[in-house]
T-cell receptor
Framework: DTAVSQTPKYLVTQMGNDKSIKCEQN?????MYWYKQDSKKFLKIMFS???????INETVPNRFSPKSPDKAHLNLHINSLELGDSAVYFC?????????????FGPGTRLTVT | SQQGEEDPQALSIQEGENATMNCSYK?????LQWYRQNSGRGLVHLIL?????REKHSGRLRVTLDTSKKSSSLLITASRAADTASYFC????????????????FGQGTELSVKP
């Protein structure tokens, strides 16, 4: 059973389009995250949700809107896609949101904007 | 701002040799974690070391932490071809506010290649 799953795995789209990435975890964790990994493998946190409540929003353009319908799901919607949005997006979860908790990552969604 | 920096950026060794990767960071931390990323995959947690710990072991992994130098090292002993991956350190910053969000700041990783 996949612990943290993301769909789709690959997403190719044109500039200006709107797209969504879905994430689900079956670990019973309280906290979920979105990370962006660029072409140099630099991984940066974008958002963190704890029990459906937004906790971290790391100066991400407001074209990115996370939505957490329940604590097992955290989706990422991106409006008006730009070339610079091309990256691999990872969803992750942890048991709690405080320090000392390891994070479990999904397989990633490779977004290519042309 | 980027917190962790790994050194070296790339490391190539033969199977059976030991691999050592280093990580430096800038601010006080609650803990430091190491993750592995195989090509085209998500990250997998390896080990967590708290700020009051100096050394931790897990199987063939040994992690050290020196908070006075703001640095950590990951040693993989008797490496195998299957250890080929990128290795990232991630710090949980202690910025005076309880890190309720679970924020981790990642370095850019060390790419390890273990040749059979």
């Amino acid at each position: 059973d996949t612990a943290v799953s993301q769909t789709p795995k690959y997403l190719v789209t044109q500039m200006g389009n709107d797209k969504s990435i879905k994430c689900e975890q079956n670990l019973g964790h309280d906290t979920m995250y979105w990370y962006k990994q660029d072409s140099k493998k630099f991984l940066k946190i974008m958002f963190s949700y704890n029990n459906k409540e937004l906790i971290i929003n790391e100066t991400v353009p407001n074209r990115f809107s996370p939505k957490s319908p329940d604590k097992a799901h955290l989706n990422l919607h991106i409006n008006s896609l730009e070339l610079g949005d091309s990256a691999v997006y990872f969803c992750a979860s942890s048991l709690r949101g405080g320090p000392y908790y390891e994070q479990y990552f999904g397989p990633g969604t490779r977004l290519t904007v042309t | 701002s980027q917190q962790g920096e790994e050194d070296p950026q790339a490391l190539s060794i033969q199977e059976g040799e030991n691999a050592t990767m280093n990580c430096s960071y800038k601010t006080s931390i609650n803990n430091l974690q190491w993750y592995r990323q195989n090509s085209g995959r998500g990250l997998v947690h390896l080990i967590l070391i708290r700020s009051n710990e100096r050394e931790k072991h897990s199987g063939r992994l040994r992690v050290t932490l020196d908070t006075s130098k703001k640095s950590s090292s990951l040693l993989i002993t008797a490496s195998r071809a299957a250890d080929t991956a990128s290795y990232f350190c991630a710090t949980d910053p202690r910025d005076g506010i309880y890190n309720q969000g679970g924020k981790l700041i990642f370095g850019q990783g060390t790419e390890l290649s273990v040749k059979p």
